[in-house]
Every structure is written in structure tokens, then in C-alpha cells.
């Protein structure tokens, strides 16, 4: 009872409420979506359009209430900054789902390699395809005459993530630009994560400027052999078990890494769950919420960097359903996968029993399963 005394303090309310600062930063994990109730201030953009469904039902029909009721499951995806002549890729699709009662949230993500079957979409007039994933929001968002949209490739993307995990609608959805994400630390001043493994940048050097190309890559983007194309001193990241203040730029880096020993996706993933829960607790410090030009910086950051739908509901709607909920309230849950192979790398799939979490994440029963498999349980939470 004291715990939940201490979530509902005044200046959170305040927060909340006033403003709507970082409501789902605690109620769907990420900062970013967060910052989208915070559109009418800063510029970020609103698209209700996001969560159109390919074939609306009878149901999805129903007028939109104020009160959101039962349990929640918000779709949250990262791409690269694009400009809109330029294919869209999911290279981040994380799902939070808030139960009904409200008491915690859990993030699990869903592998961008990860070979499902995408739907047909005529909006975009692709056919059925049997693929990696990520591609779902490629072939979404295509307009005609060489331009692409990432709010209508969203829609293709959320029915595919709905037809693997059997969400059959998402209650809201957002967008990221990942050069959002580094905006958001630099106003926040940084970022503290614990370093959960040793990690080598692909990427970087460092002082953080782009590592050399080999002489035979500098020209070739395309081909497999110049997919990791660089050479060079990389900066690296040392496993700690106390937190590490992060630079933005080293966190942007350090959570897109999958490549070096013992280092896969499903790692990459981890560090970007732990990324959002690292943000949102950064975003609900006093350092942030106390200074009122940091806010207003952190808001201001958002603006530009992220497409939201709210599933109709206000600013106030979401703020008053989620204010419970804290940072430490959060699960961040790993979906066991492997590879699949047949002439060579064909992308990921689940191990049985993922359809099991699934299950219990429509029918609103995560916990229990969780507690009958802890080791789908990140570690680090």
C-alpha cells in the first residue's frame, strides 16, 4: 500500500496530468511514446491512421469510448531516420502489454529477422509473402511513384506482428525515429545502464566517429560480402553490475550491436528493452522532472522524431489509466528463437512454447505463465 501511495505523489499526478509528461514511459515502456501525448507541445506528429486495421470487424467498428478498459498491448517500432523516398525497414518492433489490473507492464520483442508469412496489402498492392519480418513495413508503406510511407506500412507490419502473436488489435502504436531516441538522451544529459555483457561497435570508433570501410566495401552497400564492411579500432563497451552513465550516442550504439563472441540478436534485443526501462527511469528522475528547462528539452527533442496513435483516446485518457504504474513496474520478457537455414541463413523463428506466452498475453495471463517460466524473465530486470 505504501508503494502505490508513493506512485500517485502530487508531482507525479501533476506530471501527469498537467502536462502529460511521461506517461507511458512507466505505462508501455518507452520514452518515446511518452513524449507522443506530449504532441501538442512539441511537434510530434499524430496519426490515428497508424492502427487501421487491413479488414475491419463488426466489432473494431463500435464508437471509441474515453475509458480505456481491460488489458493493453501497445506496438512500439524503431526505424532509421528516412526520408520518404526511401523503404522503411522495423529494424525495432517491441510489443508492451499492460494487464487489466494494471499492477506492472511487460516488453517482449519480436526478432526483425524473425520468417513469418506477410499478408497481402492493396493499399500498397504487394502480395502475400513468406519473408523476414522487418520487410512487412517495406511493403506497407509503398505509395506509387517512388515514395513510401512509414505510417501506412505501420498498418501492414501491425497486422503481421497480430497475426504471430494473436493481438488482434493494438489499443495505440508509435513510430520512433531512431535519431529521436539520441535527441531525448542528449536532453536528459545522458543515460545510466548496467552493461550486462562485454560488447565490440560494429560501427564506431572510439571517440565515437565511423569506423574506416575496407578498400573493396567503400563503394559496395549492397553485396553479402561487404555486410560488415568496416575495419579499424571499435569502441567498446565493458560488462559492469553497477550502472554506467551513457552518452547518447553510446547508447544508440551499444543497443544496435549483434555482432562479436557469444553475441547474437536476441542480445540486441535484451539491451534495447533495457534501454527503454533505463530511459523512462531516467525521464521520471529528479534530475529531469525538477529542472523545468531539461523537460521542456527533453519534450522538445520528441517533436519531429515520432508518429503516434492513441486508439482515439486524449492525452488525459492515457494519463489517468496509466499514473499507476512505475518504472520498476516493468518486465522486460526474451522469447526464445533460432535460426533457420535452408541454402543458407532464411531469417528466425520461436522455439516451442512461445505460442504458450502468447496465449497467455491475449487472454491476459502473463504473470501466471511467467511464473511457471521464469527463464522467459530477463535477467537483468
Avoid at 571517440?207 to 560488415?228: F, L, M, P, Q, V
Amino acid at each position: 500500500m505504501a508503494a502505490s501511495t508513493k506512485r500517485r505523489s502530487p508531482l507525479w499526478a501533476r506530471i501527469c496530468v498537467g502536462i502529460g509528461a511521461v506517461v507511458l514511459v512507466t505505462g508501455a515502456g518507452t520514452l518515446v511514446a511518452g513524449q507522443a501525448l506530449l504532441s501538442r507541445y512539441a511537434g510530434a506528429v499524430t496519426d490515428e491512421s497508424l492502427l487501421d486495421p487491413i479488414q475491419p470487424k463488426p466489432a473494431e467498428a463500435a464508437p471509441v469510448k474515453s475509458d480505456i478498459n481491460g488489458p493493453v498491448n501497445i506496438l512500439l517500432v524503431g526505424i532509421d531516420p528516412r526520408d520518404d523516398h526511401t523503404a522503411p525497414l522495423a529494424d525495432s518492433i517491441v510489443v508492451a502489454h499492460i494487464p487489466r489490473d494494471r499492477h506492472s507492464a511487460y516488453l517482449f520483442s519480436l526478432p526483425r529477422d524473425l520468417r513469418v508469412d506477410i499478408p497481402a496489402f492493396p493499399k500498397s498492392g504487394t502480395g502475400a509473402d513468406r519473408t523476414k519480418i522487418n520487410a512487412a513495413m517495406a511493403y506497407g508503406s509503398r505509395l506509387g511513384d517512388g515514395k513510401y510511407s512509414p505510417a501506412q506500412g505501420f498498418q501492414l507490419l501491425a497486422t503481421t506482428v497480430g497475426n504471430v502473436t494473436g493481438i488482434r488489435k493494438f489499443d495505440a502504436g508509435a513510430i520512433v525515429n531512431f535519431g529521436g531516441f539520441k535527441k531525448i538522451v542528449e536532453a536528459m544529459g545522458g543515460v545510466e545502464m548496467v552493461i550486462d555483457m562485454d560488447v565490440k561497435s560494429e560501427h564506431l570508433q572510439p571517440d565515437g566517429k565511423t569506423r574506416e570501410r575496407i578498400s573493396r566495401c567503400r563503394n559496395d552497400h549492397t553485396s553479402y560480402s561487404c555486410a560488415r564492411p568496416y575495419t579499424g579500432p571499435q569502441k567498446v563497451y565493458t560488462k559492469s553490475d553497477e550502472p554506467v552513465r551513457l552518452q547518447a550516442w553510446e547508447a544508440l550504439d551499444y543497443v544496435r550491436q549483434r555482432y562479436g563472441e557469444n553475441m547474437t540478436d536476441y542480445d540486441r534485443q535484451r539491451h534495447q528493452q533495457q534501454f527503454i526501462k533505463a530511459m523512462a527511469k531516467q525521464a521520471m528522475s529528479r534530475d529531469v522532472v525538477t529542472d523545468p528547462a531539461k523537460l521542456l528539452n527533453v519534450m522538445e527533442a520528441a517533436g519531429g522524431s515520432l508518429t503516434f496513435a492513441g486508439g482515439g483516446h486524449s492525452i488525459v485518457d492515457w494519463a489517468l489509466e496509466l499514473k499507476s504504474l512505475n518504472v520498476d513496474d516493468m518486465i522486460t520478457v526474451k522469447l526464445p528463437g533460432e535460426g533457420v537455414y535452408g541454402g543458407g541463413y532464411l531469417g528466425e523463428q520461436f522455439l516451442p512454447g512461445v505460442d504458450d506466452f502468447f496465449e497467455a498475453v491475449t487472454e491476459d495471463k502473463v504473470a501466471a505463465f511467467l511464473l511457471d517460466h521464469p527463464t522467459y524473465i530477463n535477467e537483468t530486470n
